[in-house]
């Protein structure tokens, strides 16, 4: 036995286990650093950043200090900066690998700090760029204010009018060419004349007795079967004819209404219309709105993942699971505890929000990617008072996420008393509008419901004072529309946002519709009728010539139809004048006899 | 160098084919499933505690760990199809309950697959390692000795560093 036992083996075990321990008291804390650095790059998709880590075992905790996480919008930027965040951690768990925390609390948390290096990532570019070629969000464009001129409008637009001229006068061309060599193959004037010769000619021989009689039945009804032919085709071609006509008289009634058509699109995309003013407030206060609330849907986009690994991972609940780590190699099977805990929780969060307005505490409870394993949702509460420029604030919500085929996340926000100060509504050049000054109450009621987004925000807007326009406005509309807009103290807003994640809409209802079409209503209406008034003047030079071209070009497509016509009485006259003076009866004697020379029976 | 060096010396020397192979078995344990598992450290003990030839481990860890890279993917497969098998889910479903086992990390498949693989050609490999050292040092070895190439070899740097090296490994 002691042949192969070497006890001093086991003094170099302990020594390379002790050494072990040593390096990981020595080095975790950069290790854990390190990682978390890096992690949460990758999932922010901008620089985290982290002064120090501490981790201690007895008992279990981790201290952070000087976290920094940049915006990755906006590099030179930290969307979040934690003076000191402390985790007591479940150790037990813990070597089971699974990291509950407790209880967490952030001290000095701001929002917005300066960098003083970009927290930009290589990687960030290429996303930032497809982001942006998504295009997601709304956008709310201002009408042109300026009075457009007609002829300019027409230089720039193709007019609808010309198209259809130019292809129906192409197609009637067609046509003509196409019935003119018809024409020539149908019955005309020379085949009945035709007729009329053979008919005379069978006038004389029906003096040849009973067999020249006979033959004259037989030229008879072959003339007569003839004639009834081309009549026939005559008929037809008439018909087809008729059918294209009406075919491309339709069309070109439609070309006649054309230009009205035209008039419509264009004034409806060059002036403003009362209607235009009427939305005139979702164009002002939608962009502010649709920002917003594109903001919070990537806030929500990027917050998803650390909601719902169940999802992801398609997990079925009792038999195994499998999971993909997101390091190392293999796969790891997840089997049924007994007491289910998700890998990652934070029971609790307790966090003062220090912004320059003054302090927000707040906390959540239940952080987990795995809900439906925990069985409760994420929850959230925080609140301020008598903060610089807001009495108070509230923000609520839950995300659940506990039925993952059935995710319900809520929030309600309501501000009271903000001090707006210098808020520019519209940037656009045409029309700047900043409220300078105001106070503002507010409620944000929003719901995910899977994809489908819902929000309703309501705000009462008192004590404005708003400045619109520029200094040396030489247009009258905006003239009118900066002067009412200026005059507007207290203002009652509502807006609905709806629609999918990715797919959105903003509907926006307040008082200052009616101020902006009281003011400038009459105006609007005055610019449009002129407008309408010039642009059909210009529309008709343009037109009215192409379009008389056209109906002269119908005039020969009539022409073929009065030939048709004309052919069709000629050949209706040759078989009249066949069936009136047949030469049959004339020709046949009284009594015809019973046998025919040669001993014949006749069928009759 | 050195390390073949060394080689060269515990496979000529007196040290038992035993011992030898019993290094290259746990090597092959060690370096065929994922270096920072918890049954390594056993690994790890047994090579310290019982006299096992050392350069025999660090040689067979080294090339098994390699190894290890180009079986990964057979060792996953193997692994996941145990870890799913409907028979063993009760006792996986037990063990999954287990601190000690949730810290041996044996739900990964490629843990998981390496380890029964390596588990399961522990004695067929002691027993194929004892034969060839048996046969090597048997047959081999004094025709090598005499062959041109081992005569280049004697007067090489590495024969030399293979020479300065004695009374390395196992028992003296």
């Given at each position: 036995?002691?042949?192969?036992?070497?006890?001093?083996?086991?003094?170099?075990?302990?020594?390379?286990?002790?050494?072990?321990?040593?390096?990981?008291?020595?080095?975790?804390?950069?290790?854990?650093?390190?990682?978390?650095?890096?992690?949460?790059?990758?999932?922010?998709?901008?620089?985290?950043?982290?002064?120090?880590?501490?981790?201690?075992?007895?008992?279990?905790?981790?201290?952070?200090?000087?976290?920094?996480?940049?915006?990755?919008?906006?590099?030179?930027?930290?969307?979040?900066?934690?003076?000191?965040?402390?985790?007591?951690?479940?150790?037990?768990?813990?070597?089971?690998?699974?990291?509950?925390?407790?209880?967490?609390?952030?001290?000095?948390?701001?929002?917005?700090?300066?960098?003083?290096?970009?927290?930009?990532?290589?990687?960030?570019?290429?996303?930032?760029?497809?982001?942006?070629?998504?295009?997601?969000?709304?956008?709310?464009?201002?009408?042109?204010?300026?009075?457009?001129?007609?002829?300019?409008?027409?230089?720039?637009?193709?007019?609808?009018?010309?198209?259809?001229?130019?292809?129906?006068?192409?197609?009637?061309?067609?046509?003509?060419?196409?019935?003119?060599?018809?024409?020539?193959?149908?019955?005309?004037?020379?085949?009945?004349?035709?007729?009329?010769?053979?008919?005379?000619?069978?006038?004389?021989?029906?003096?040849?007795?009973?067999?020249?009689?006979?033959?004259?039945?037989?030229?008879?009804?072959?003339?007569?079967?003839?004639?009834?032919?081309?009549?026939?085709?005559?008929?037809?071609?008439?018909?087809?004819?008729?059918?294209?006509?009406?075919?491309?008289?339709?069309?070109?009634?439609?070309?006649?209404?054309?230009?009205?058509?035209?008039?419509?699109?264009?004034?409806?995309k060059y002036s403003l219309s009362p209607q235009g003013l009427a939305n005139l407030s979702e164009t002002l206060l939608g962009q502010v709105i649709g920002d917003w609330a594109q903001q919070g849907t990537a806030w929500y986009d990027r917050l998803k993942p650390v909601l719902d690994r169940a999802g992801q991972a398609g997990a079925k609940r009792g038999g195994p699971e499998v999971v993909k780590p997101l390091r190392a190699g293999g796969v790891d099977v997840r089997f049924r505890e007994k007491d289910p805990l998700p890998d990652f929780l934070i029971r609790r969060t307790t966090v003062s929000l220090q912004l320059d307005a003054g302090d927000i505490a707040g906390n959540i409870e239940n952080i987990t990617p795995d809900q439906h394993i925990l069985g409760k949702p994420l929850t959230f509460t925080f609140s301020g008072e008598k903060l610089k420029d807001l009495r108070s604030v509230s923000l609520r919500g839950v995300m659940n996420h506990v039925d993952p085929a059935r995710p319900s996340d809520r929030v309600n926000l309501q501000a009271v008393g903000y001090r707006i100060q210098d808020f520019k509504i519209s940037k656009q050049e045409s029309w700047p509008?900043?409220?300078?000054?105001?106070?503002?109450?507010?409620?944000?009621?929003?719901?995910?419901?899977?994809?489908?987004?819902?929000?309703?925000?309501?705000?009462?807007?008192?004590?404005?004072?708003?400045?619109?326009?520029?200094?040396?406005?030489?247009?009258?509309?905006?003239?009118?529309?900066?002067?009412?807009?200026?005059?507007?103290?207290?203002?009652?807003?509502?807006?609905?946002?709806?629609?999918?994640?990715?797919?959105?809409?903003?509907?926006?209802?307040?008082?200052?519709?009616?101020?902006?079409?009281?003011?400038?209503?009459?105006?609007?209406?005055?610019?449009?009728?002129?407008?309408?008034?010039?642009?059909?003047?210009?529309?008709?030079?343009?037109?009215?010539?192409?379009?008389?071209?056209?109906?002269?070009?119908?005039?020969?497509?009539?022409?073929?139809?009065?030939?048709?016509?004309?052919?069709?009485?000629?050949?209706?006259?040759?078989?009249?004048?066949?069936?009136?003076?047949?030469?049959?009866?004339?020709?046949?004697?009284?009594?015809?006899?019973?046998?025919?020379?040669?001993?014949?029976?006749?069928?009759? | 160098?050195?390390?073949?060096?060394?080689?060269?010396?515990?496979?000529?020397?007196?040290?038992?084919?035993?011992?030898?192979?019993?290094?290259?078995?746990?090597?092959?344990?060690?370096?065929?499933?994922?270096?920072?598992?918890?049954?390594?450290?056993?690994?790890?003990?047994?090579?310290?505690?019982?006299?096992?030839?050392?350069?025999?481990?660090?040689?067979?860890?080294?090339?098994?760990?390699?190894?290890?890279?180009?079986?990964?993917?057979?060792?996953?497969?193997?692994?996941?199809?145990?870890?799913?098998?409907?028979?063993?889910?009760?006792?996986?479903?037990?063990?999954?309950?287990?601190?000690?086992?949730?810290?041996?990390?044996?739900?990964?498949?490629?843990?998981?697959?390496?380890?029964?693989?390596?588990?399961?050609?522990?004695?067929?490999?002691?027993?194929?390692?004892?034969?060839?050292?048996?046969?090597?040092?048997?047959?081999?070895?004094?025709?090598?000795?005499?062959?041109?190439?081992?005569?280049?070899?004697?007067?090489?740097?590495?024969?030399?560093?293979?020479?300065?090296?004695?009374?390395?490994?196992?028992?003296?």
């Open positions: 036995m002691k042949k192969w036992i070497r006890w001093g083996g086991l003094a170099v075990f302990v020594l390379v286990v002790g050494l072990l321990l040593v390096f990981w008291f020595l080095f975790i804390d950069g290790i854990v650093e390190r990682v978390i650095e890096d992690q949460g790059t990758q999932l922010v998709g901008a620089k985290v950043e982290l002064d120090a880590a501490d981790l201690s075992l007895i008992p279990a905790g981790l201290t952070l200090t000087g976290l920094q996480v940049t915006s990755p919008e906006e590099p030179m930027t930290n969307a979040v900066e934690i003076a000191r965040m402390a985790m007591s951690l479940d150790g037990f768990n813990l070597l089971r690998r699974k990291v509950i925390v407790e209880e967490l609390t952030a001290e000095g948390v701001r929002l917005g700090t300066p960098r003083d290096t970009s927290g930009a990532i290589k990687e960030r570019v290429k996303d930032g760029e497809d982001e942006s070629a998504g295009g997601r969000g709304i956008s709310f464009t201002m009408p042109s204010f300026e009075i457009p001129d007609p002829k300019q409008i027409l230089a720039n637009e193709e007019l609808e009018t010309l198209k259809l001229i130019n292809e129906l006068k192409a197609d009637v061309e067609g046509a003509r060419e196409t019935w003119d060599q018809r024409l020539k193959e149908l019955p005309g004037k020379e085949s009945f004349d035709k007729y009329e010769v053979r008919i005379e000619k069978l006038k004389g021989a029906t003096k040849g007795g009973v067999a020249g009689a006979l033959g004259g039945i037989s030229e008879v009804e072959s003339i007569k079967d003839d004639v009834q032919k081309d009549i026939a085709a005559l008929k037809n071609a008439k018909v087809n004819f008729e059918e294209k006509l009406g075919t491309l008289k339709t069309r070109l009634d439609r070309v006649k209404k054309a230009p009205q058509a035209d008039l419509r699109r264009l004034q409806e509008v900043t409220v300078t000054k105001g106070l503002a109450d507010l409620k944000v009621r929003a719901g995910v419901q899977g994809e489908a987004l819902t929000a309703n925000i309501r705000s009462n807007l008192n004590s404005l004072s708003i400045s619109a326009g520029k200094q040396d406005e030489s247009n009258r509309l905006t003239r009118a529309l900066s002067s009412a807009i200026s005059g507007v103290r207290d203002l009652d807003v509502e807006a609905d946002v709806f629609g999918t994640l990715g797919d959105y809409d903003v509907r926006i209802r307040s008082g200052l519709d009616k101020v902006l079409q009281q003011a400038a209503g009459r105006l609007v209406k005055d610019l449009s009728a002129g407008l309408q008034k010039d642009l059909s003047a210009a529309i008709s030079d343009k037109v009215d010539g192409p379009l008389k071209d056209l109906t002269q070009n119908f005039g020969g497509l009539q022409a073929i139809n009065g030939d048709l016509a004309k052919r069709l009485t000629q050949g209706n006259d040759v078989l009249a004048g066949l069936l009136k003076q047949s030469v049959a009866p004339k020709a046949l004697p009284k009594e015809l006899p019973k046998e025919l020379p040669g001993g014949f029976k006749l069928p009759f | 160098m050195r390390t073949i060096a060394k080689l060269l010396r515990v496979l000529n020397s007196e040290t038992e084919p035993g011992q030898i192979s019993l290094g290259f078995c746990f090597a092959l344990v060690a370096g065929l499933t994922p270096l920072w598992s918890l049954h390594n450290l056993v690994v790890l003990l047994l090579v310290l505690v019982l006299r096992v030839n050392l350069s025999a481990f660090l040689l067979g860890l080294f090339v098994f760990s390699g190894l290890a890279y180009i079986l990964d993917p057979l060792f996953h497969q193997l692994g996941l199809t145990l870890l799913t098998a409907g028979s063993l889910e009760g006792l996986w479903t037990s063990m999954y309950n287990s601190t000690l086992w949730r810290l041996e990390r044996f739900n990964n498949s490629i843990v998981m697959g390496s380890l029964v693989f390596s588990l399961a050609v522990f004695v067929p490999f002691y027993l194929l390692c004892n034969l060839l050292i048996r046969r090597y040092r048997a047959h081999v070895l004094a025709w090598v000795q005499k062959t041109r190439l081992m005569q280049m070899f004697k007067a090489s740097k590495l024969y030399h560093a293979y020479q300065s090296i004695s009374g390395f490994g196992g028992p003296a």
